[in-house]
């Protein structure tokens, strides 16, 4: 019983040590997705994605990068882009860009990852969503298929994402003046965004302290030190698994603190929030059945290609494939972090507390 109880303790204490590392910059990736809400019109996205060239490919995936939606989240977003005359690449690009990373999963990856992954992340991240948009585009064109016109039929009546636990758009008017703007963007970041990403986030830290506590560097030694079988395990848990990009980044860290390789946590951070069973289905209504299927391989074949360049990149930089984040560990947090945490704690709270006379 004492060994029960021991161990649940440890977990809890690692738990609430990658909270304190994180908190801050969660909230500071939070509050810059207010900012982006109130400030980049509503109709910005689609504005600039219709057709199917090559430069709306590149513009739906450097779009994508700062919007902090998860791969469920992103499925209305893609929905409307398609309504509004979007090619299906560039329908694919912002698919994969956008739950991949965001403002708020950067800002984690920095306190929980080193600088040079921050970096690497979603510069990735961005080639990938141009590889799938410019896959399936080509793919489209040869195979005969033009893009559906838009229609209800075409836009199966706008998918009905809502049911998991997804981030979904509600059309208010425009506030007008900057600092009703303001206050929107940020109901909307630490209300309706938190409500989506919140749970999961947590779930991700408890997962770390888990990890942290169970995971034994002889097991990953033991079982995952080639480098390319733990990248392949890696996407085989990872593609199936539904985790938002932010989630995602403290079990990449705790993995990495056990010494499994830079590369390896890099295709966990790009393939788990890109992809997820639930999301998968809805993505082949979205763009085909055959679009999908270039959707999916171009990040398994991109994620694992790319974990094979960040470990050389690590090795010739002199890191250490295993134990690469211990350089770069940051210290345990002071004041400023207690009170992130017990803020982040309290908001997460508030925002998943059912809304009292709020009807769906």
Known sequence: MNTVIDACIAVLLATWNVLLESAPFVLLGFFVAGLLKAFLPDDFVARHLGGGSIASIFKAAAMGIPIPLCSCGVLPAAAGLK???????AITSFLISTPETGVDSIAVSYALLDPLMTVIRPVVAF??????????????????????????????????????SCCCSHHEPEPAGPGKKFMKGMRFAFGDLLKDIGGWLFFGILLAGVISVFLSPEIVNRYLSNEYLSMLVMLAISVPLYVCATASTPIAAALALKGI????????LLAGPATNAAAITVIAKLIGKRATVVYVAVI????????????????????????????????????????????????????????KGHVH
């Open 83 to 89: 309504k509004q005359g979007a090619g299906k690449g």
């Open 127 to 164: 080639f990938t969503a141009v590889a799938a948009g410019i896959a399936v585009a080509f793919t489209e064109k040869h195979s005969g298929a033009g893009i559906p016109e838009a229609g209800p039929d075409s836009m199966m009546e706008q998918p009905d994402t809502c049911t998991s």
């Open 261 to 268: 390789s830079p590369g390896a946590a890099l295709v966990f």
């Open 300 to 355: 398994v074949v991109m994620s694992f290609l790319a974990g094979i360049g960040v470990n050389a990149l690590y090795a010739s930089l002199g890191i250490g494939i295993t134990g690469w984040l211990s350089a770069s560990a940051h210290e345990d947090g002071g004041p400023l972090s207690v009170v992130s945490a017990l803020v982040l704690f309290v908001l997460v709270v508030k925002a998943m507390l059912p809304v």
